[in-house]
């Protein structure tokens, strides 16, 4: 795949691809596709950031709703219709419509070469460890049965023709014959759905997951499989191929570490938070009054923060990550810089003089805010960020509690903060089946009292501290606050009467392209670790 153009910082409503249809016209003689072949064509660089993180978008819907309903049944179908939808990202599933096209469309076809593309990207992501090759094996599957089962019956034929799978329909009269034996071997209690639905002859060591489940009729070694359940069939064999195409991958990787326009994209696109972005956008919340921060962490903090704020209030200090994953949290829920310097400084001197806070740890807060250093607003941590990277140790409260705690200390700890038994029940169940964001939003839920069916999916921090102060304001945005914050008796005597620092200049309004926020999160990770250098002595100091 060849890549050209300049790099745009702009978002494309509509991407037209440049390929050109009279060479490329028999490539995709279907929606459905086994990616056997590989791309050949030009793209650019922003091109190729787009068409991965609207695929990584699908995969991750996909995989959300797998969770949450049971696969293949109609309230699923339905529930990704819906998500696909909000999220307008039709363009890759192809949910075809009522009437198929005689000839291939402009847009049919760009959406066809869209998904080719924006497939292989990915494999060249998810290929380079056997945990990311597990989970992209299992959501391109499932894509796969929902547009497959989606499909007409003339363009499933087509399809298994084009791949060589030869599984024909049977003839009608052989299907009479055989119609009470094929309702009485089937699970379906609709005799109706069976009569209208095409039955498939297919050699039984091809069905065997469907013979060992009972579930097909047998007759002189082969298998009579109906249309719905031919499906099962198709993704054995798709598993197979995508399994062997990402270990041939993985052997490749090596060559594109010369490339430094595409690996570290590559690299990070697998711990990309794809939401909104709290760091560049005035915070939907209006202003937080700083004496209001204990209220707010029992309320509304997700309990990431919640953990790192109490520690934060019993022991005066957090070590350098923690400042991170906290001061960049309370930034993105609308602290400003001088409210920030006030807050750290009036926690810390309680053990350390003012001198020393302003030499050790001043700078570190204003770098965050961008007024130190390369002066970039960085922004909060997402939960994929908080789980994949920088694992706490002893005497470390960052990271994921859903993740990083220990199992029974995270019971004791739910418990504590009064959830009940049945909601730790749940929760721990998606912890023990490493669903560490959906056990997140489950919290949420049941300490909001939210009715089942109507949660949100916790992608973020700062979204859960927003949808948390929607709900306590009856679905309105908090109100506007004051930036006073009167300290309290112990923090008096030791609060600075240094002039304050001015206040951080208002941000840039509205969200950023897909592509600002893969750059800015590689630019973050390397100044975290440029500060993290900076601050070694201060953490030997402290322990």
Not at 306 to 314: G, S, T
Not at 422 to 436: A, F, K, P, Q, T
Not at 526 to 531: G, H, I, K, P, T
């Amino acid at each position: 795949m060849q890549f050209g153009g300049e790099r745009k910082r702009q978002r494309r409503k509509n991407v037209r691809l440049t390929g050109s249809r009279r060479e490329n016209a028999n490539l995709y003689p279907h929606r459905l596709q086994f990616y056997r072949i590989p791309p050949i064509d030009n793209i650019t660089l922003n091109e190729f950031e787009d068409f991965a993180i609207n695929r990584l978008k699908v995969l991750k819907v996909v995989e959300r709703v797998g969770i949450k309903h049971i696969r293949g049944r109609e309230e699923y179908n339905q529930a990704l219709d819906i998500e696909f939808r909000k999220l307008k990202l039709m363009p890759v599933v192809m949910k075809h419509s009522s009437s198929e096209a005689v000839a291939l469309t402009d847009e049919e076809y760009d959406s066809r070469r869209m998904d080719h593309i924006s497939h292989f990207i990915l494999r060249l992501a998810y290929c380079r460890s056997e945990d990311l090759r597990r989970w992209f094996i299992a959501q391109e599957l499932d894509l796969f049965r929902y547009r497959f089962l989606n499909e007409k019956r003339d363009q499933v034929a087509k399809f298994l023709e084009a791949n060589d799978l030869n599984y024909k329909p049977i003839p009608q009269e052989e299907k009479e014959r055989l119609l009470p034996k094929l309702i009485a071997s089937s699970r379906d209690p609709n005799p109706l759905t069976l009569q209208s639905s095409d039955f498939y002859k297919v050699p039984f060591t091809e069905a065997l997951d469907l013979v060992r489940g009972r579930k097909v009729y047998l007759e002189k070694g082969w298998a009579y499989v109906p249309h719905s359940d031919l499906v099962s069939i198709i993704i054995s064999a798709y598993r197979a191929h995508l399994s062997h195409a990402l270990a041939v991958t993985a052997r490749g990787i090596p060559h594109l570490e010369e490339d430094d326009r595409l690996l570290p994209l590559l690299t990070n696109l697998s711990k990309q938070y794809l939401g909104e972005d709290y760091g560049k956008k005035t915070t939907a919340t209006g202003n937080i009054r700083l004496e209001d921060m204990d209220s707010h962490a029992r309320t509304s903090f997700p309990l990431c923060m919640r953990q790192l704020h109490v520690a934060f209030r019993e022991h005066h200090h957090l070590k350098h990550w923690g400042r991170q994953q906290y001061g960049l949290f309370v930034k993105g829920i609308g602290v400003t810089l001088e409210q920030a310097m006030r807050y750290w400084r009036a926690e810390f001197t309680k053990l350390i003089d003012v001198d020393k806070f302003e030499k050790q740890y001043a700078y570190n807060i204003r770098h965050n805010y961008g007024q130190e250093g390369k002066r970039t607003n960085y922004t909060p941590y997402s939960c994929m960020k908080i789980i994949m990277t920088n694992a706490p140790a002893a005497g470390d409260y960052h990271g994921c509690p859903f993740r990083h705690n220990d199992a029974h200390l995270l019971k004791q700890r739910l418990a504590s903060y009064k959830v009940s038994q049945s909601g730790i029940e749940e929760i721990m169940d998606l912890v023990n089946r490493s669903h560490y964001q959906l056990a997140c939003s489950k919290y949420f839920e049941v300490t909001h009292k939210v009715e089942e069916g109507l949660g949100i999916s916790i992608q973020h921090p700062n979204q859960y501290f927003v949808e948390s102060q929607k709900l306590l304001g009856g679905g309105k945005t908090a109100p506007v606050g004051g930036t006073g914050w009167t300290p309290r008796p112990s923090q008096q005597s030791t609060q600075s009467q240094q002039t304050p620092n001015s206040q951080l200049a208002s941000q840039s309004q509205g969200s950023s392209a897909p592509n600002d926020s893969v750059c800015a999160q590689l630019e973050e990770d390397f100044d975290d670790a440029e500060m993290l250098e900076a601050s070694t002595n201060v953490e030997v100091s402290q322990s």
